[in-house]
T-cell receptor
Framework: QKEVEQNSGPLSVPEGAIASLNCTYS??????FFWYRQYSGKSPELIMS????GDKEDGRFTAQLNKASQYVSLLIRDSQPSDSATYLC???????????FGAGTRLAVHP | DAGVIQSPRHEVTEMGQEVTLRCKPI?????LFWYRQTMMRGLELLIY????????DSGMPEDRFSAKMPNASFSTLKIQPSEPRDSAVYFC?????????????FGEGSRLTVL
């Protein structure tokens, strides 16, 4: 079992729709969770963090966390073509004392 | 702030040659990370330093890889001898209190091709 699992995609959504990106993790000791966005040929950049169960909203982005289910998700409302990128889920593993990156989900938003 | 600076941006070399990748972290950051990214394996942590001291090198593939951080503003990742399977994008990242915020600032990466 991989430590962090994400659907590789591509996830294709029309412009204006909601994109839903999912992630499961294996380390129950993880307390902090992060979403990074990586455009093709570029480096990853942090877009969201979440520490507590429930939802956290930031503009068009909402992160959702369920520690009991070891599940974290990212919703992007009103998706834009500029959101087309790979989204990396990264729990901070208490056991390993480091971020563990998932393989990423590629999102394609078409006009 | 100039951000994390990596060099070279692209490197093409032949199998068996030595490769040295360089990184200048953001001033004031006390953590420095070296990652490798491939299509097959995604983003893998190779090694990280805290205050110039290597903390976890469990991701370093084998003895052909070595990393140093002689001071707070410079780090190198060396591969000797290089092999075709080392072809990847190597990212350097830095952070302040990595565990607290999880925010890593990545350089633009060094794309390595070993023929």
């Amino acid at each position: 079992q991989k430590e962090v699992e994400q659907n590789s995609g591509p996830l294709s959504v029309p412009e204006g729709a909601i994109a839903s990106l999912n992630c499961t993790y294996s380390d129950r000791g993880s307390q902090s969770f992060f979403w990074y966005r990586q455009y093709s040929g570029k480096s990853p950049e942090l877009i969201m963090s979440i520490y507590s169960n429930g939802d956290k909203e930031d503009g068009r982005f909402t992160a959702q966390l369920n520690k009991a289910s070891q599940y974290v998700s990212l919703l992007i409302r009103d998706s834009q073509p500029s959101d087309s990128a790979t989204y990396l889920c990264a729990p901070f593993s208490g056991g390993y004392n480091k971020l563990i990156f998932g393989a990423g989900t590629r999102l394609a938003v078409h006009p | 702030d100039a951000g994390v600076i990596q060099s070279p941006r692209h490197e093409v070399t032949e199998m068996g040659q030595e490769v040295t990748l360089r990184c200048k972290p953001i001033s004031g950051h006390d953590y420095l990370f070296w990652y490798r990214q491939t299509m097959m394996r995604g983003l893998e942590l190779l090694i990280y330093f805290n205050n110039n001291v290597p903390i976890d090198d469990s991701g370093m593939p084998e003895d052909r890889f070595s990393a140093k951080m002689p001071n707070a503003s410079f780090s190198t990742l060396k591969i000797q001898p290089s092999e075709p399977r080392d072809s990847a994008v190597y990212f350097c990242a830095s952070s302040f209190r990595q565990g607290a915020t999880g925010e890593l600032f990545f350089g633009e990466g060094s794309r390595l091709t070993v023929l």
